[in-house]
């Protein structure tokens, strides 16, 4: 089993930046991506960015050039620092670790808020 738990939510004017933390623990071995998603009321979860055990990142075309995903060496931990906030960035983030091909591992989420 893995723990997930983000941190790192609040409330930012639009134009500002917020950093998100997920600390990860349990049994991390065969981890091979982890990622943010993102789910505003009504509408479907959807996929913020993701990093592979190798580095290798994804983003959303929304978020590109204003959002990065970035882990540290022992891979437990898991960061998305956001830029450049927009009102539309509002929703409940959570982290999400993968094992091998489906086995998904999620936090609790946490707020991001983003006034106009």
């Known amino acids: 089993q893995v723990q997930l738990v983000e941190s790192g939510g609040g409330l930012v004017q639009a134009g500002g930046s917020l950093r998100l933390s997920c600390a990860a623990s349990?049994?991390?071995?065969?981890?091979?991506?982890m990622g943010w998603y993102r789910q505003a009321p009504g509408k479907q979860r959807e996929l913020v960015a993701a990093?592979?055990?190798?580095?290798?990142?994804n983003y959303a075309d929304s978020v590109k050039g204003r959002f990065t995903i970035s882990s540290n060496n022992v891979k437990n931990r898991l960061y998305l620092q956001m830029n450049s906030l927009k009102p539309e960035d509002t929703a409940v983030y959570l982290c999400?670790?993968?094992?091998?091909?489906?086995?998904?591992?999620w936090g609790q989420g946490t707020q991001v808020t983003v006034s106009s």
């Open positions: 349990g049994i991390l071995f065969g981890i091979n991506a």
């Open positions: 990093i592979t055990s190798d580095d290798n990142t």
């Open positions: 999400n670790f993968r094992r091998g091909r489906a086995q998904d591992y």
